[in-house]
């Protein structure tokens, strides 16, 4: 009986062995790491949009056709210099009434104010000293010449004589030109002065008013500026950077923002050849006709610079680009009810309403034609 124990003890002991060195074995062994394939999220899109119902806003493809290269300027319309005229007085005084005033349509030789003058009140009394001087020397040269065919009068008495009546006839003539000079009238003495229109058009400056008193025309400013508006300037900056795009004889197209929508053509007449150092830009003078008037002087305006060459570019209408943080934008049709916001560069925008892509866009593309609108629906889907 002892015996069989101590058998069955130590098959249990070498069992329990058995299993001690079978963990050991285990812990040894290398443990055998899993692979495990990482999980791919696909973000979505931000810039592609789901609108219901789409079919409510139109859509617009992208043309491509030939387009001239343009540049965008700020002007303002100015008169013409060489159709613009001072109007002095050629002396001093006073104004008594004034006839015209600024704004006013004049024609040449209508009067514009009249004012006293000492100038002419001296003019007048040299004219009329001048006179009486003549009149002796005639009287004295005939009673020489009486006298002298008698042989009571010596030749050069004779000649003293026509030199006196010379000389009188010449401070007279000089007597009566200075009072034409100054605006009076020989044959009507008076010492007021008539200040007319020299010239016909527009009186577009105006320094006098009733009762000022006018000084010499070395130290006061003009009197009135007329100024022939038929034809007008509209003058703008053009940075340094963009000067080679513009040339002499180049066609131009006038905005002014007092009729918008309505354009005017012109051509650049010159190109200063000066920079204004503060700006880095020259003047560029374009000239138009303005028989119908409605071109003032003053006038801001937007110049439209047209290139003689052209190359092809996309178009679409102008309504379907989104301006936005100094980008631009447009929304492309995709699929469904899928459109992608898409930027692009964009250039000028055309007298027909459409605007120029410069990038950013292929042909045939489809577009939202009312960007903004469309904008608005997104963002109150996004809020919702």
């Given at each position: 009986?002892?015996?069989?124990?101590?058998?069955?003890?130590?098959?249990?002991?070498?069992?329990?062995?058995?299993?001690?060195?079978?963990?050991?074995?285990?812990?040894?062994?290398?443990?055998?790491?899993?692979?495990?394939?990482?999980?791919?999220?696909?973000?979505?899109?931000?810039?592609?949009?789901?609108?219901?119902?789409?079919?409510?806003?139109?859509?617009?493809?992208?043309?491509?056709?030939?387009?001239?290269?343009?540049?965008?300027?700020?002007?303002?319309?100015?008169?013409?210099?060489?159709?613009?005229?001072?109007?002095?007085?050629?002396?001093?005084?006073?104004?008594v009434e004034i006839k015209a005033r600024l704004g006013d349509d004049v024609q040449k030789g209508q009067l514009l104010l009249t004012m006293t003058s000492p100038d002419m009140s001296g003019a007048f009394s040299d004219y009329r000293k001048a006179q009486a001087d003549a009149t002796l020397a005639k009287a004295q040269l005939?009673?020489?010449?009486?006298?002298?065919?008698?042989?009571?009068?010596?030749?050069?008495?004779?000649?003293?004589?026509?030199?006196?009546?010379?000389?009188?006839?010449?401070?007279?003539?000089?007597?009566?030109?200075?009072?034409?000079?100054?605006?009076?009238?020989?044959?009507?003495?008076?010492?007021?002065?008539?200040?007319?229109?020299?010239?016909?058009?527009?009186?577009?400056?105006?320094?006098?008013?009733?009762?000022?008193?006018?000084?010499?025309?070395?130290?006061?400013?003009?009197?009135?500026?007329?100024?022939?508006?038929?034809?007008?300037?509209?003058?703008?900056?053009?940075?340094?950077?963009?000067?080679?795009?513009?040339?002499?004889?180049?066609?131009a197209e006038i905005e002014l923002n007092a009729y918008p929508g309505k354009r005017l053509s012109g051509r650049v007449a010159n190109i200063s050849k000066l920079l204004d150092p503060a700006t880095r830009s020259a003047k560029v003078r374009i000239e138009l006709s303005n028989e119908s008037g409605i071109l003032r002087p003053n006038m801001f305006a937007t110049v439209h610079f047209v290139s003689q060459g052209a190359e092809a570019r996309m178009v679409i209408p102008s309504g379907a680009v989104l301006r936005l943080q100094d980008r631009d934008w447009v929304f492309v049709k995709l699929s469904g009810q899928q459109f992608r916001k898409t930027e692009v560069q964009a250039g000028p925008v055309d007298a027909d309403k459409t605007e120029q892509i410069l990038s950013g866009l292929r042909a045939g593309e489809q577009v939202v034609s009312d960007a903004l609108m469309f904008d608005r629906e997104v963002q109150k889907g996004s809020e919702q």
């Open positions: 009986m002892k015996t069989g124990t101590f058998a069955l003890l130590g098959v249990a002991a070498l069992a329990v062995l058995c299993a001690g060195l079978t963990g050991c074995s285990h812990e040894a062994a290398p443990a055998q790491t899993a692979t495990v394939s990482p999980a791919v999220e696909t973000m979505p899109d931000r810039n592609v949009v789901t609108m219901p119902n789409p079919e409510r806003f139109a859509l617009s493809p992208a043309v491509e056709r030939r387009e001239s290269d343009q540049l965008v300027a700020n002007g303002v319309v100015a008169a013409d210099v060489s159709r613009s005229h001072a109007v002095n007085a050629l002396s001093s005084g006073r104004v005939d009673r020489t010449q009486l006298l002298y065919g008698r042989g009571a009068m010596a030749q050069k008495d004779l000649e003293v004589a026509q030199d006196t009546y010379n000389k009188a006839n010449v401070d007279t003539q000089t007597a009566e030109e200075r009072i034409g000079i100054l605006g009076g009238d020989p044959k009507r003495v008076s010492p007021l002065i008539e200040i007319v229109a020299p010239v016909s058009g527009t009186i577009v400056e105006q320094n006098v008013t009733s009762a000022d008193g006018v000084k010499s025309p070395d130290n006061s400013p003009n009197l009135f500026t007329i100024a022939d508006l038929s034809n007008v300037w509209v003058v703008c900056d053009v940075f340094e950077n963009d000067l080679a795009r513009v040339h002499l004889g180049d066609p």
